[in-house]
């Protein structure tokens, strides 16, 4: 080989072994980038939050109830749900006292008139519903026939009687009913002691014997409802650490079986079910995002190995590449080496 082909070929293989490191630093900066990556997803693995699933332990509570054993005034059981110091006077506490009561609501249910019968004064009617029938009578005559107040009534079971204006108010379920239906005008009592009211509309359908007719008497029910007091008072501690009793402060304003009165309090563990239950519903729904999550980042750093291997491998092969340039190269400064030499030594 000439010397000036020699040196082209030194050149040339120079060249490619200028392209291949080049390719190979490439590869490396993406492996890099890819490193990079994957420790990102590693720090994002440890920086989730491991669900636990919650103690049953942790969802009992030391319940403090108010001793109303000799209350004259009302037999209400009273919780204390919260406490907090005013600071205001010396162990004075803003203290919130929690009391179930029963609460009177109206809805209505339709009745199908099965059939009718009258004298022309007296009524007997078969209502059916979903929830069973009645048998009511309604006498003209004696529509007005119902004594008591307060709420305390002297009537027949379901015999039907006017609405008196001066005792309509204290009908159990009366207001609750007559903001369903403002036109009630009639009411009668079930087995149960549950008022039903009527429009004048519905008992003429009645005693006009409609048998393909329906009503809809509002009715009163009563359901438990929690509501809560806020007072002022002084609670004291026993040997033990847990409070003993409390001294409720004087105020008007507080309801008359609480106003400046001392009660012993009894405490209780109580275990609340439904909470726990929430908070596991809670720990469920997290366990199923936490492992969602990783798999996702395992997925994701499978892909970056991946592409790692496949990078990997492929700086290798030019590694190889590399290697055999460079043997080439050595191969051909050989030969120029012997070229220069011949060639000096010709003129020596």
Do not use: W
Not at 245 to 266: A, K, M, Q, V
Not at 323 to 328: F, G
């Amino acid at each position: 080989m000439g010397m000036a082909a020699s040196q082209a070929r030194f050149l040339g293989l120079t060249a490619r072994k200028s392209n291949v490191e080049y390719q190979g630093q490439q590869v490396n900066q993406q492996r890099t980038a890819l490193s990079n990556e994957s420790a990102n997803l590693y720090n994002e693995m440890m920086d989730l939050n491991v669900p636990t699933p919650p103690s049953t332990s942790d969802y009992y509570k030391t319940v403090y109830k108010l001793d109303n054993s000799s209350d004259t005034y009302a037999s209400e059981d009273y919780t204390i749900t919260n406490v907090v110091k005013t600071y205001a006077a010396e162990g004075e506490y803003l203290i919130t006292l929690s009391t179930k009561t029963s609460q009177l609501a109206a809805t209505n249910t339709a009745y199908k008139l099965q059939h009718t019968t009258n004298d022309g004064t007296k009524y007997n009617f078969t209502l059916t519903s979903s929830t069973g029938s009645a048998n009511l009578t309604y006498d003209s005559s004696n529509e007005d026939a119902y004594k008591g107040d307060n709420g305390s009534l002297l009537v027949n079971t379901n015999q039907i009687y006017k609405l008196d204006e001066s005792k309509k108010s204290d009908l159990k379920g009366y207001n609750e009913s007559v903001k369903e239906d403002a036109d009630i005008a009639y009411f009668y009592q079930d087995a149960n002691g549950v008022n039903h009211f009527l429009t004048q509309t519905e008992l003429d359908t009645m005693k006009n014997g409609d048998i393909n007719a329906s009503i809809n008497p509002e009715y009163a029910y009563t359901y438990t409802k929690e509501t809560s007091t806020q007072v002022k008072g002084f609670l004291e501690t026993s040997s033990s650490g847990r409070y003993s009793s409390i001294t409720i402060e004087g105020n008007e304003d507080y309801p008359e079986n609480l106003n400046n009165r001392t009660f012993s309090l009894s405490c209780e563990q109580t275990y609340d079910e439904n909470a726990y239950n929430d908070a596991y519903n809670d720990y469920e729904f997290e366990k199923t995002t936490y492992e969602k999550t990783l798999a996702d980042l395992n997925a994701k750093t499978e892909l970056l190995q991946e592409q790692d291997q496949r990078l990997e491998l492929k700086l290798k092969q030019l590694d190889t590449e590399e290697n055999a340039l460079k043997t080439e190269m050595d191969s051909v400064k050989e030969v120029l080496k012997n070229n220069v030499e011949s060639t000096f030594k010709t003129f020596a």
